[in-house]
């Protein structure tokens, strides 16, 4: 019968001896094993979402069809598929014997592996084997002649001269894993050669490998003796470096083995595209120590086979940025099989193992998980280190003025929300509102697209071709706020979820819309991907695939196919994380564009550089931009026209890299938009005449019948004006602006007598009328002359007691101050600006002050800040700032009819709070920036009749005796002067940094008391001034320079020579 | 008896300009208000001080003598107060300055006059006086009345008011001021000069200035080459130098230089915060270049545009080399 002897002239101790080896072998195995395990269990639970049958599913059919490991390196995926195959059937071959001679024959006495079963076995047995040499042969050829510099550890981005030691271990355990198997895998043959030179078998041809080296041996002259010395010495050799590489498995590379079964099984369903939200029970944000990673992520470290794939296609490595995703999983790996995932004592994650800068070289563009052939999600890992960055307040300034902006204005660009759908201003038909019209399409515009001159034309595009298209569209105007993807993914979590929050609540407050539609992928992703995480959304769609529909439906016609050689970049958040390839290419096409691909495309394409909030952190000097790389890309393709974008912040990115990168003549950059407004002519459209005729008729009719009765008017009213022109005016006084008139001005100044000659009125047509104000609602002001001197006192609050003193008290005058838009109504008494038309912030002096506080309290080792505002309920939002900011208590003191006050009223209040706080010294801004008082602060110390000093630098003090201060003076010089405690300090702003509360931190800060006092007793005529009028002012404005950038320069140009002489 | 009490500004024994520009503002309102306008000099050596300000218009010098020139609050308001009270003038002037935000306020409060601050517009209606400020960021004015006050103290915006031109024959008043308890409260240490250097933005006749506008730091020596070129110095505002981009001689500004001989400037990517239009916008001619068309820079330049900065950069880059 057809088989094999299985333990050939072995003594009965010998295969005890087997066994033993045998079974320590498993029992190292194990071991190793349960290590995992055990250090799997100490990460945290998992956040991500994940479908494990799903998972499960594709796993087995991503191993078995070697798919993702073919991709981009497919000799590397052929070796691979040898090796695996090779090996899985030498696996299952052996599971067979064992099963047999182990198992089912000492319980059951049956063989089976025998006859046609064992002849089968024998042959499918060797191809195996032979897959795997050659997989292992082709491997080892690969890293000896390829230099492949995505296999090579030294991290030249760090300027690294030399490996260092634990990546010569890599390199040694790479070649030892291939070594050693290949020496398995030749053994092998060797014992089935001897075995068929001395037994001869007639089924020997079932062998074909064993059987062509046994003739090899024969041939060779080799004697039935040599060949039973052999076949007992190579079966001890072979068994037992078999049984040590398995016992192995778990301890070096040979585990990704096991864990890419786990980590390809536990893929999360949209990695980075939906980032795990934060549990809210956590004392501290994202990951600070290496067990607040999931067991997940740790199984992810363990799945990292070093293949390179991701540090090749990081766009942060491949410009010299400090971070390759490989490198930071296998340094996450080392600490972690360290550590075994346990958090260390003195040793921070995050600045000692991996760099913060590191962290922030992160694009979160996607291409390291895309491409990596077993599942890891390397940015997810980093976004939830970042979390932490941003708790700590480590991070880059300019980014945390963006985020600060965000949080104020709802914009990146910090501008008044109500600027947002001002590009829709020189369209020439009107944006619905859907607050106030229902319509098909809701339009989210994002940032760059709403506030960004280069690509606001591209919305006005847009908005043209979806009117010639006769599509209904609507804007959520200033309803809208950034839509937090990129917040999210820089790492501030809260602020994120503030963001949804206010978007959704926007979106739901409106009239009907049936789907959201946008040109910015990045809000797309995240309305599409995570906002139904936190409530009901219509479906999204990206601009490219709207142009799609319109133009394949007929509804945009193309009458001039452009006919240019074009290449097509695929924005990050369409393409890798939403799949949305093919759309652009479909516009692109029907416009009549030759799409020639960069050799990134797709799938692998290379991210311009913004995302992950990199477009808010400066790029260093001197260093590519990964940006600069792919101008460089698309100019090898050679005679292209134009480099077509479809997102607003690869337009930015891809405008500035095409001159800095000195591509500027080849070719431009433009949106997909804007070629499709070439192709279908649309400058020869007229889309105010757009509606259907019935509607154009008596639109015309209203608009003649409009324009005569307000000729009509017109005349009425230039009567009346003249009659009252005669008529003394009320609101005219002597007055003197003396400005020293602008250059050209000469004559407006001559126009403009000097005193005492009444001064024009204001001709601003948004000044109030000229009437006498309407009656003021606070009571006249305390009478006083130098023999009836009114001292101002302190404010009584209703008896406001304050906590007992258990240490140093400082206290910090805080204010909301208010940022005025360019558009803006005065009240009805035109005494003060409409407060809708305000947004507030923490004012930057007071933000200063309280980081002075916060600092002298941290120096000195301990005491207690108070925050005193005075304000409505709305500047509760700066005191839970500076609350979480460390502030320990805060006061808001208010009565509706202080709005604007004077200092010397909002000084009395201060010192209401004060009086009762008695604290240790008070810090106040120098001013604020809405009203620039620059007084509240000089008012408050005369009141409490403390020392003081103002536009305060720096200072120093002990806690009890003198303080030493700076101050700053004008032309840059600097007092240093020392005065006695309890002191009043006026803090100057640029002295230093203050740091950044989260909105985590806000939110945790509700923990802490604020009380609110009356301030009632304040309005008792105790201020400085009564405010007569508010109005905007005439300015003499610049003469405007027109023309292109080109054009003005020549003039600016020759202004210069002519006045300077250059 | 109403009247004007000015209060002049030194630094170490040297008259600053702000002193004439209150006087020159006082004088614009002075038949309005009545009574005459007297000025008051405070410092070691006041005599030497007061010949400055025996400007045209001025009736009466008031010298206060203290233990030093190094100023300080306490001392100030004490010496005001004093003299008002002697002269019981209706309006009190101080200059918008470092050390007028210092007192000016505290002196209003311990009179419980009348008090506005950074004033820059001064006038009267029905003979009582007007003052306006600007406010929410200097976007809009607003207009301020002191009615039932008799004593209003103002402090006004420097580099705004002309001075007067010629000599006074004011008269010269010696004040006794009683400085017990204030004087040593605090006490002077040193004066800290900014670092030396070679720019000097006072002295230049044709500055090239940056601000936020040219967005990263990088772009830094891209305009020092430009300006270079050009044969301009290199200036900035502020937030440029809080950044740590350039050192302090650069900054233009309140808080940095006042371009004083400068004929042609050129602003770069600045908005114009009023605290950098102090050190500039009395320039002959200002060329601004930024993007935000309502940016107040425009309000003080003589020619504007809103183009790319950098594209404009550029090409002038090609003009000049």
């Known amino acids: 019968m057809e088989t094999r002897v299985l333990f050939w002239s072995l003594s009965h101790d010998a295969i005890v001896a087997f066994y033993v080896i045998g079974f320590s072998a498993i029992a190292v195995f194990l071991w190793g094993l349960w290590r995992h395990i055990a250090k799997y269990r100490r990460g945290a639970a998992n956040v991500s979402a994940v479908d494990l049958w799903a998972g499960m599913r594709r796993m087995v059919a991503d191993v078995l069809s070697h798919r993702t490991l073919v991709r981009r390196d497919r000799y590397a995926g052929f070796a691979?598929?040898?090796?695996?195959?090779?090996?899985?059937?030498?696996?299952?071959?052996?599971?067979?014997?064992?099963?047999?001679?182990?198992?089912?024959?000492?319980?059951?006495?049956?063989?089976?592996?025998?006859?046609?079963?064992?002849?089968?076995?024998?042959?499918?047995?060797?191809?195996?084997?032979?897959?795997?040499?050659?997989?292992?042969?082709?491997?080892?050829?690969?890293?000896?002649?390829?230099?492949?510099?995505?296999?090579?550890?030294?991290?030249?981005?760090?300027?690294?001269?030399?490996?260092?030691?634990?990546?010569?271990?890599?390199r040694r355990e790479d070649w030892l894993f291939m070594s050693v198997?290949?020496?398995?895998?030749?053994?092998?043959?060797?014992?089935?050669?001897?075995?068929?030179?001395?037994?001869?078998?007639?089924?020997?041809?079932?062998?074909?490998?064993?059987?062509?080296?046994?003739?090899?041996?024969?041939?060779?002259?080799?004697?039935?003796?040599?060949?039973?010395?052999?076949?007992?010495?190579?079966?001890?050799?072979?068994?037992?470096?078999?049984?040590?590489?398995?016992?192995?498995?778990?301890?070096?590379?040979?585990?990704?083995?096991?864990?890419?079964?786990?980590?390809?099984?536990?893929?999360?369903?949209?990695?980075?595209?939906?980032?795990?939200?934060?549990?809210?029970?956590?004392?501290?944000?994202?990951?600070?120590?290496?067990?607040?990673?999931?067991?997940?992520?740790?199984?992810?470290?363990?799945?990292?086979?070093?293949?390179?794939?991701?540090?090749?296609?990081?766009?942060?490595?491949?410009?010299?940025?400090?971070?390759?995703?490989?490198?930071?999983?296998?340094?996450?790996?080392?600490?972690?099989?360290?550590?075994?995932?346990?958090?260390?004592?003195?040793?921070?994650?995050?600045?000692?193992?991996?760099?913060?800068?590191?962290?922030?070289?992160?694009?979160?563009?996607?291409?390291?998980?895309?491409?990596?052939?077993?599942?890891?999600?390397?940015?997810?890992?980093?976004?939830?280190?970042?979390?932490?960055?941003?708790?700590?307040?480590?991070?880059?300034?300019?980014?945390?003025?963006?985020?600060?902006?965000?949080?104020?204005?709802?914009?990146?660009?910090?501008?008044?929300?109500?600027?947002?759908?001002?590009?829709?201003?020189?369209?020439?038909?009107?944006?619905?509102?859907?607050?106030?019209?229902?319509?098909?399409?809701?339009?989210?515009?994002?940032?760059?697209?709403?506030?960004?001159?280069?690509?606001?034309?591209?919305?006005?595009?847009?908005?043209?071709?979806?009117?010639?298209?006769?599509?209904?569209?609507?804007?959520?105007?200033?309803?809208?706020?950034?839509?937090?993807?990129?917040?999210?993914?820089?790492?501030?979590?809260?602020?994120?979820?503030?963001?949804?929050?206010?978007?959704?609540?926007?979106?739901a407050g409106v009239k009907p819309f049936e789907r959201i539609i946008t040109t910015d992928p990045h809000s797309y992703n995240t309305?599409?991907?995570?906002?139904?995480?936190?409530?009901?959304?219509?479906?999204?769609?990206?601009?490219?695939?709207?142009?799609?529909?319109?133009?394949?439906?007929?509804?945009?016609?193309?009458?001039?196919?452009?006919?240019?050689?074009?290449?097509?970049?695929?924005?990050?958040?369409?393409?890798?994380?939403?799949?949305?390839?093919?759309?652009?290419?479909?516009?692109?096409?029907?416009?009549?564009?030759?799409?020639?691909?960069?050799?990134?495309?797709?799938?692998?394409?290379?991210?311009?550089?913004?995302?992950?909030?990199?477009?808010?952190?400066?790029?260093?000097?001197?260093?590519?931009?990964?940006?600069?790389?792919r101008m460089h890309e698309a100019s090898s393709l050679g005679g292209i026209d134009v480099f077509v974008t479809c997102c607003p912040k690869d337009l930015t990115m891809f405008e500035d890299a095409r001159k800095t990168s000195g591509h500027e003549k080849e070719f431009v950059v433009q949106d997909i938009a804007e070629l499709v407004a070439e192709a279908v002519e649309l400058e020869k459209l007229t889309l105010k005449d757009l509606p259907p005729l019935a509607e154009r008729l008596t639109d015309a009719i209203a608009t003649r019948i409009a324009e005569v009765v307000a000729t009509r008017l017109d005349e009425v009213l230039a009567g009346k004006m003249a009659a009252l022109a005669t008529a003394p005016e009320a609101g005219s006084f002597t007055?003197?602006?003396?400005?020293?008139?602008?250059?050209?001005?000469?004559?407006?100044?001559?126009?403009?007598?000097?005193?005492?000659?009444?001064?024009?009125?204001?001709?601003?047509?948004?000044?109030?009328?000229?009437?006498?104000?309407?009656?003021?609602?606070?009571?006249?002001?305390?009478?006083?002359?130098?023999?009836?001197?009114?001292?101002?006192?302190?404010?009584?609050?209703?008896?406001?007691?304050a906590p007992d003193k258990t240490g140093l008290r400082i206290m910090v005058a805080v204010k909301h101050a208010a940022k005025l838009g360019d558009e803006y109504e005065f009240t009805a008494d035109g005494r003060d600006i409409g407060g809708e038309f305000l947004e507030h912030d923490l004012n930057e002096w007071d933000d200063a002050a309280l980081e002075q506080a916060l600092l002298l309290i941290e120096a000195l080792g301990g005491g207690e800040v108070v925050a005193v505002a005075v304000g409505p309920e709305e500047s509760e939002k700066s005191l839970r700032k500076v609350l979480a900011k460390g502030a320990d208590r805060a006061i808001r003191v208010w009565d509706d009819r202080l709005a604007n006050a004077d200092p010397v009223t909002i000084a009395r209040a201060l010192a209401g709070v004060a009086r009762a706080e008695a604290p240790d010294l008070i810090l106040t801004g120098t001013q604020s920036s809405d009203q620039a008082h620059g007084s509240t602060g000089t008012a408050l110390a005369?009141?409490?009749?403390?020392?003081?000093?103002?536009?305060?630098?720096?200072?120093?003090?002990?806690?009890?005796?003198?303080?030493?201060?700076?101050?700053?003076?004008?032309?840059?010089?600097?007092?240093?002067?020392?005065?006695?405690?309890?002191?009043?300090?006026?803090?100057?702003?640029?002295?230093?940094?203050?740091?950044?509360?989260?909105?985590?931190?806000?939110?945790?800060?509700?923990?802490?008391?604020?009380?609110?006092?009356?301030?009632?007793?304040?309005?008792?005529?105790?201020?400085?001034?009564?405010?007569?009028?508010?109005?905007?002012?005439?300015?003499?404005?610049?003469?405007?320079?027109?023309?292109?950038?080109?054009?003005?320069?020549?003039?600016?140009?020759?202004?210069?020579?002519?006045?300077?002489?250059? | 008896m109403p009247g004007i009490l000015v209060v002049a500004e030194q630094m170490e024994g040297s008259l600053r300009d702000i002193s004439a520009e209150l006087i020159g503002a006082a004088l614009s309102i002075k038949d309005q208000i009545g009574g005459p306008l007297r000025v008051l000099v405070i410092g070691a050596t006041p005599d030497n001080l007061a010949r400055g300000v025996n400007l045209h218009g001025v009736d009466e010098i008031l010298t206060v003598t203290t233990p030093s020139d190094h100023f300080d609050p306490l001392i100030y308001e004490q010496a005001v107060v004093t003299a008002g009270g002697q002269c019981k003038p209706t309006v009190v002037l101080i200059g918008h300055t470092v050390s007028g935000m210092a007192y000016g306020a505290s002196v209003a409060a311990r009179l419980g006059s009348g008090f506005a601050s950074d004033v820059f517009i001064l006038g009267t209606a029905d003979g009582e006086l007007i003052a306006t400020r600007a406010a929410y960021g200097n976007k809009v004015e607003m207009e301020m009345g002191f009615s039932g006050k008799g004593v209003v103290v103002l402090t006004l915006r420097g580099a705004t008011f002309a001075a007067p031109d010629g000599g006074g024959s004011a008269t010269l008043t010696a004040l006794a001021v009683d400085m017990s308890g204030i004087e040593g409260v605090s006490t002077h240490v040193e004066y800290q000069e900014a670092p030396p250097s070679d720019v000097d933005i006072t002295k230049s006749g044709f500055i090239l200035s940056v601000g936020r506008g040219i967005q990263d730091k990088d772009n830094l020596p891209r305009f020092a080459a430009l300006a270079d070129k050009l044969g301009a110095t290199l200036g900035?505002?502020?937030?440029?130098?809080?950044?740590?981009?350039?050192?302090?001689?650069?900054?233009?500004?309140?808080?940095?230089?006042?371009?004083?001989?400068?004929?042609?400037?050129?602003?770069?990517?600045?908005?114009?915060a009023v605290q950098h239009l102090y050190g500039m916008k009395h320039v002959d001619t200002i060329i601004a270049v930024n993007t935000d068309p309502d940016a107040p820079i425009f309000n003080v330049a003589t020619y504007g545009t809103t183009v790319d900065l950098f594209e404009l950069t550029e090409a002038l880059e090609r003009h000049f080399n």
């Open chain 1, 942 to 1062: 005369r009141i409490l009749g403390l020392a003081h000093a103002s536009v305060i630098a720096s200072v120093e003090w002990d806690g009890k005796g003198d303080l030493t201060v700076t101050r700053e003076l004008e032309g840059g010089t600097r007092q240093v002067l020392s005065l006695p405690a309890p002191a009043l300090l006026a803090i100057q702003t640029g002295t230093n940094t203050p740091r950044y509360a989260t909105m985590r931190m806000i939110k945790q800060a509700k923990k802490k008391p604020l009380e609110v006092l009356d301030g009632a007793a304040l309005i008792d005529g105790g201020g400085g001034y009564r405010v007569r009028r508010m109005y905007t002012p005439v300015q003499e404005k610049a003469k405007m320079l027109e023309g292109s950038a080109e054009e003005v320069a020549e003039q600016i140009a020759a202004l210069i020579r002519e006045r300077k002489g250059t």
């Open chain 1, 735 to 801: 007055a003197t602006r003396a400005v020293a008139p602008p250059a050209e001005a000469a004559e407006a100044a001559a126009e403009q007598p000097a005193a005492p000659v009444a001064r024009p009125p204001e001709p601003d047509i948004s000044a109030p009328p000229a009437a006498p104000p309407a009656a003021d609602p606070l009571p006249a002001l305390t009478p006083m002359d130098w023999d009836n001197l009114a001292p101002v006192t302190p404010a009584d609050l209703g008896g406001y007691v």
């Open chain 1, 80 to 170: 691979h598929m040898g090796i695996f195959f090779g090996f899985v059937i030498a696996a299952i071959g052996t599971s067979i014997i064992t099963l047999e001679y182990d198992i089912v024959y000492p319980l059951f006495g049956v063989r089976f592996w025998k006859g046609d079963f064992y002849l089968l076995f024998s042959l499918i047995l060797d191809l195996g084997h032979v897959a795997l040499i050659v997989g292992i042969l082709m491997m080892m050829w690969r890293r000896a002649y390829f230099r492949l510099p995505k296999l090579d550890y030294l991290r030249a981005y760090r300027g690294e001269g030399e490996l260092r030691e634990p990546a010569r271990k890599w």
């Open chain 1, 181 to 507: 198997l290949l020496v398995i895998e030749l053994s092998g043959f060797t014992q089935e050669a001897v075995r068929l030179l001395m037994d001869r078998p007639e089924w020997a041809i079932w062998s074909p490998v064993g059987l062509a080296l046994a003739k090899v041996f024969a041939g060779l002259g080799m004697s039935d003796a040599t060949a039973a010395a052999i076949r007992g010495a190579n079966w001890w050799m072979h068994g037992v470096l078999a049984l040590a590489f398995t016992a192995a498995i778990p301890w070096y590379k040979a585990k990704h083995m096991i864990a890419v079964l786990g980590s390809l099984s536990m893929r999360s369903e949209k990695p980075l595209a939906r980032l795990p939200r934060e549990p809210e029970d956590k004392a501290s944000a994202g990951v600070a120590c290496i067990s607040e990673f999931s067991w997940k992520d740790m199984l992810n470290f363990d799945a990292c086979t070093k293949c390179g794939r991701c540090h090749e296609a990081c766009p942060a490595r491949s410009t010299g940025y400090p971070l390759s995703p490989r490198d930071l999983i296998l340094d996450l790996r080392l600490y972690n099989d360290k550590v075994q995932g346990r958090p260390e004592e003195g040793v921070s994650l995050i600045g000692d193992v991996i760099d913060a800068e590191t962290l922030w070289s992160c694009r979160s563009c996607g291409a390291c998980q895309e491409i990596c052939p077993v599942g890891i999600e390397h940015p997810t890992m980093i976004v939830q280190m970042r979390r932490q960055l941003v708790d700590r307040g480590e991070m880059d300034p300019l980014l945390q003025g963006a985020l600060d902006a965000i949080s104020s204005t709802g914009n990146s660009f910090g501008e008044n929300s109500r600027k947002r759908s001002a590009w829709t201003r020189e369209l020439e038909f009107e944006v619905k509102d859907i607050r106030e019209e229902r319509a098909e399409s809701l339009w989210f515009v994002g940032d760059y697209a709403s506030f960004d001159p280069r690509n606001q034309k591209v919305s006005r595009a847009f908005a043209s071709l979806l009117k010639a298209a006769r599509a209904d569209f609507a804007l959520l105007h200033e309803g809208e706020r950034n839509s937090g993807n990129d917040v999210r993914r820089v790492g501030e979590e809260g602020l994120y979820e503030s963001l949804v929050e206010s978007n959704l609540e926007a979106m």
């Open chain 2, 236 to 272: 900035c505002s502020r937030p440029i130098v809080d950044s740590g981009w350039l050192a302090k001689p650069h900054q233009v500004g309140q808080s940095g230089k006042v371009a004083s001989n400068c004929e042609l400037y050129l602003a770069l990517g600045i908005s114009g």
């Open chain 1, 527 to 629: 309305i599409r991907n995570e906002y139904p995480e936190f409530g009901p959304t219509a479906p999204v769609e990206h601009y490219s695939s709207v142009l799609a529909d319109l133009l394949d439906t007929g509804r945009l016609k193309v009458t001039k196919p452009l006919n240019k050689r074009v290449t097509f970049h695929d924005p990050c958040h369409l393409g890798r994380l939403n799949g949305g390839y093919d759309a652009p290419r479909q516009v692109l096409e029907a416009i009549g564009c030759e799409i020639i691909e960069m050799p990134r495309n797709r799938d692998n394409s290379f991210c311009c550089g913004a995302g992950g909030g990199r477009i808010w952190i400066p790029d260093p000097p001197g260093q590519e931009k990964p940006s600069e790389n």
